[in-house]
């Protein structure tokens, strides 16, 4: 399925003061991995302070099973085990609504001083509605959208789109983004909802280090997208591989996934200001620009 370029729109956020503009992507936030949620929250209270603007370009949560997560009181993976005597220091006995009202409020932290939060949806949480932005203080971006700034412009986008080759996630996707599908999925009862969340949950933490990478993305469908938006910079994520990329025409800068419960630990993110584009590593941290 070829990527979508009939509209690429502005995002909609006023950058604030002189800071830098931020770009994440791919936390993949659970209860279970407790390491990278706390990179996450001093993240928020350190260098996003300092920004003109984050922008959170997919997959921020592991899985969003609707907004209505903010009420859940359930433990967010019980994986068979009885809840009443789960103890309540585990990180992945922590409520599922606790924990999502945890990372919002922290990002409504954020935005309470002044810095604006823009937020993408991925793959993994494309549920993300308006109640979850109010709750953060956040607006939702359309996917794929230009952001100008300093006098340039850059398209970004979570990234799947771009991913063509993998023919049988397109088709999924087609359907799962579909308001339709949308719909359904959303009117299921919420256990069974988050059943399949906690499915997905204990699927991901099998996986461990061995985080999947995905399809990467496809060359033709890059180029269709910058040539529909009239520009040549793309900054997205979901590969996890993180990259810049160049050709003498276009410039592609993919962010990284976040992973801080694993050794050696991984993630960063991408700064834009005076001196360009540059990838900050927060683990270790090293810079690299254009």
């Given at each position: 399925?070829p990527?979508s370029?009939?509209r690429?729109p502005?995002?909609?956020?006023?950058?604030?003061g002189?800071?830098?503009?931020?770009f994440?992507?791919?936390?993949?936030l659970?209860?279970?991995l407790?390491?990278?949620?706390?990179v996450?929250e001093?993240?928020?209270?350190?260098?996003a302070r300092e920004?003109?603007?984050?922008?959170?370009?997919?997959?921020l949560?592991?899985y969003?099973?609707?907004?209505?997560?903010?009420?859940?009181?359930?433990?967010a993976a019980t994986n068979?085990?009885?809840?009443a005597a789960?103890p309540r220091?585990?990180?992945?006995a922590?409520p599922?609504?606790a924990?999502?009202?945890r990372?919002?409020a922290a990002?409504?932290?954020?935005?309470?001083s002044?810095?604006?939060?823009?937020v993408m949806?991925?793959?993994?949480?494309?549920?993300?509605g308006e109640r979850?932005?109010?709750a953060?203080?956040?607006v939702m971006?359309?996917?794929?959208?230009?952001?100008?700034f300093?006098?340039?412009a850059?398209v970004l986008?979570?990234g799947?789109?771009?991913?063509?080759?993998?023919v049988?996630?397109?088709?999924f996707?087609r359907v799962a983004h579909?308001?339709?599908?949308?719909?359904?999925?959303l009117?299921?009862?919420?256990?069974?909802?988050m059943a399949?969340?906690?499915?997905i949950?204990?699927?991901?933490?099998?996986?461990g280090?061995h985080?999947?990478?995905?399809?990467?993305?496809?060359?033709?469908?890059?180029?269709a997208?910058?040539d529909a938006?009239?520009?040549?910079?793309?900054?997205?994520?979901?590969?996890?591989?993180?990259?810049?990329?160049a050709?003498g025409?276009?410039v592609?800068w993919v962010?990284?996934d976040?992973e801080?419960?694993v050794?050696p630990?991984?993630?960063g993110?991408?700064?834009?200001?005076?001196?360009?584009l540059?990838?900050?590593?927060?683990?270790p941290?090293?810079?690299?620009?254009?």
């Amino acid at each position: 399925m070829p990527v979508s370029t009939a509209r690429c729109p502005q995002c909609p956020v006023t950058p604030r003061g002189d800071g830098p503009a931020l770009f994440i992507s791919d936390l993949h936030l659970s209860p279970a991995l407790p390491g990278t949620v706390q990179v996450f929250e001093d993240f928020l209270r350190g260098p996003a302070r300092e920004a003109s603007v984050l922008f959170i370009l997919g997959d921020l949560f592991e899985y969003w099973i609707g907004d209505d997560m903010l009420d859940v009181d359930a433990p967010a993976a019980t994986n068979g085990t009885n809840v009443a005597a789960a103890p309540r220091t585990s990180p992945a006995a922590e409520p599922l609504g606790a924990f999502a009202r945890r990372m919002t409020a922290a990002m409504a932290e954020l935005s309470a001083s002044g810095v604006p939060i823009a937020v993408m949806r991925g793959n993994r949480d494309f549920l993300l509605g308006e109640r979850f932005a109010r709750a953060a203080g956040a607006v939702m971006l359309d996917d794929p959208c230009v952001f100008s700034f300093l006098g340039q412009a850059l398209v970004l986008s979570h990234g799947d789109q771009l991913c063509t080759d993998d023919v049988g996630y397109q088709r999924f996707r087609r359907v799962a983004h579909s308001p339709l599908g949308k719909a359904f999925f959303l009117r299921l009862p919420l256990r069974l909802r988050m059943a399949i969340a906690n499915r997905i949950r204990r699927r991901s933490a099998a996986k461990g280090a061995h985080r999947m990478a995905y399809a990467d993305a496809n060359a033709n469908a890059i180029a269709a997208l910058l040539d529909a938006a009239g520009e040549r910079t793309l900054v997205h994520g979901h590969t996890h591989r993180p990259a810049r990329h160049a050709d003498g025409r276009r410039v592609r800068w993919v962010l990284p996934d976040w992973e801080f419960d694993v050794e050696p630990p991984r993630g960063g993110y991408l700064q834009w200001d005076a001196h360009g584009l540059r990838a900050i590593d927060l683990a270790p941290s090293t810079t690299s620009s254009v």
